[in-house]
């Protein structure tokens, strides 16, 4: 009789290493040896450290002019967030996991699940997660971290090992019993994937202070105390499989675009021109995931933290006669609730737009009384979209006019270095 060979389920977490600070580093090797920070939009928090930078203590989240002293001291290199670049060397990234593994989930910008299922039949997987390393540190230059396990939920704690323990270089294989029960018991519980602070704080008031101590935790008890979700992570911390892969991302049920602005906002005329962004960015989203929006909100507000002045803000809403992903019709729609909440007067600190009650172009059941989305509308904004890809802002609505003051403050902003042509690296 021929022999059947089960393939057990095996996953794989990629996770790249400080992403946004070896984003900023990749193009600049002077730097190597140098702590480096990334900051939030208008350059207000640090969101993002290098190793050396974690090292001198600077803690996440912290606000930029109180860290001022400190990181000149230490000549830290401050950057201001560059999505342009974190984006695309993120798309590479992905790209290239799409050439090594059979399988990809594309979970956030700088992490992925690969499905392994059968790999082991016919290569190590310690020296298949070393390939996908030195891959794509060959061809990106992106240092990486791989784990590996019979669960996503193990994955992700196999690569959180594989980045604090320099003994693995990197890769840390979990489908092995004795690896994984030496992790679980040095791993506090609050590192398990889906377990947060107040979670944690619960689990630790029933003596269930490691990953270990909760895999061997009863899940229908779990289950009746806390979620059926952390039942499920019981269960993945044993090995068993509860979570799929899901190589199709589901289209958002909402799109919002708001930014804090990098100066306070009086006149109406600059706000519409932050609104008409807003909205292009929103639509553009909307459009690419081949979507139409049936509802439309407007929000403004001036600052909680500002002594001075008291605190305003409003929001207002409308459902489209029909539904539309087009930048024009969201505009006009985005210009009348900024008529109807605008008040003379507060200093504005934010605004935003947000689109809802979402449905998709395709199969759209359209009443008697409103037409379909025109194909000449489609077609022009399909052409927007091709423009504004090769290069961003190429094409946009006039009254979004070219600058303002209210743009995004950002002083230490690097070269678009992969995504335009006037800011190429130069190499002398």
């Not at 060979?5 to 580093?25: G, H, I, M, Q």
């Not at 016919?122 to 669960?151: E, H, K, M, W």
């Not at 804090?260 to 989203?285: N, W």
Request: aromatic share 8%; net charge positive.
């Amino acid at each position: 009789m021929p022999v059947t060979l089960t393939t057990k389920r095996c996953f794989a977490l990629v996770d790249c290493n400080n992403f946004y600070a070896s984003c900023e580093r990749l193009f600049r090797p002077d730097l190597k040896q140098k702590p480096l920070v990334v900051l939030s939009n208008n350059d207000g928090c640090i969101i993002a450290r290098c190793a050396l930078a974690k090292q001198l203590s600077i803690p996440m989240g912290a606000p930029f002019h109180q860290m001022k002293a400190l990181l000149k001291q230490h000549q830290v290199a401050v950057f201001s967030s560059n999505y342009a670049l974190y984006g695309d060397l993120s798309n590479r990234v992905m790209q290239t996991l799409e050439q090594l593994a059979p399988k990809v989930e594309i979970y956030s910008i700088d992490e992925a699940f690969l499905e392994l299922s059968g790999l082991d039949f016919c290569q190590n997987l310690t020296d298949f997660g070393q390939q996908v390393r030195s891959t794509i540190y060959q061809q990106l230059g992106l240092p990486v971290c791989v784990g590996i396990a019979p669960s996503k939920t193990l994955a992700k704690l196999a690569n959180y090992a594989a980045k604090k323990y320099p003994q693995f270089e990197g890769v840390l294989d979990l489908t092995e019993p004795h690896k994984r029960l030496h992790i679980l018991a040095r791993t506090p519980v609050q590192e398990v994937w889906g377990v947060g602070r107040k979670l944690a704080e619960r689990l630790q008031a029933m003596n269930i202070d490691t990953a270990l101590q909760l895999a061997r935790a009863c899940p229908q008890q779990i289950r009746k105390k806390f979620s059926v979700v952390l039942a499920r992570t019981v269960n993945e911390l044993n090995g068993i499989a509860c979570l799929t892969l899901d190589e199709v991302q589901e289209p958002k049920q909402q799109i919002i675009s708001s930014r804090s602005f990098g100066q306070r906002v009086k006149a109406k005329a600059e706000m519409q021109q932050a609104i008409t962004l807003y909205i292009s960015r929103a639509a553009e989203k909307l459009r690419a995931q081949h979507s139409l929006a049936r509802q439309l909100s407007v929000f403004i507000r001036s600052s909680r933290f500002e002594q001075k002045s008291r605190f305003f803000g409003d929001q207002a809403s409308l459902e489209l006669e029909s539904p539309s992903n087009d930048s024009r019709v969201l505009q006009q729609a985005a210009m009348q609730l900024l008529d109807r909440i605008w008040r003379d007067g507060p200093a504005y600190a934010k605004a935003g737009v947000v689109l809802s009650d979402l449905c998709a172009v395709q199969g759209l059941q359209n009443s008697l009384f409103t037409p379909p989305p025109s194909e000449r509308s489609q077609r022009l904004m399909a052409t927007i979209d091709q423009l504004n890809q090769k290069h961003r802002g190429s094409v946009f609505i006039a009254r979004q006019g070219r600058d303002g003051n209210w743009q995004m403050q950002q002083q230490f902003l690097s070269p678009a270095y992969t995504t335009r042509w006037d800011q190429l690296p130069e190499v002398c």
